[in-house]
């Protein structure tokens, strides 16, 4: 009996832990770990493609009111950058007012999301606003 607590303490350490059990907590912090990843994956570009969007209205609003595009003009641009990007919104739902000292432009959309067993909407409303300095 003695000899074999001695074996036991002498034996090496992987040798000691091989009792075939399965880690419960280590498989649920895995699985977390992957969803988390599969949903920032979906998701992050969503986000991503929004702020470039952003971004080109601020641009466009500036070179509007100093080069004096119209409406139509602005709208164009806006939905050249929109499709570029893959981004589920209709010319019609840009929104754009334009006058010698103001240029306005906003847009809404929503862009589905499909994650394995979770459906939800994103919703999404960039503007932008520019006025002449004179």
Known sequence: MQLEAIQELHAPAHRRCERGEGKLKTVITLAIIVLAIYSAVK???????????????????????????????????????????????????????????????SLEYTVPVDLLFYHMDLHFSPSSENKALI
């Open 43 to 105: 998701i992050v570009p969503i986000y991503v493609s929004e702020y470039q969007l952003s971004d080109k209205m601020q641009e466009q609003a500036r070179f509007a009111v100093v080069n004096r595009y119209t409406e139509d003009q602005i709208r164009d641009n806006i939905l050249k950058v929109i499709q570029d990007l893959d981004i589920p919104a209709k010319r019609e739902s840009i929104k754009v007012v334009s006058t010698n000292s103001i240029v306005r432009i």
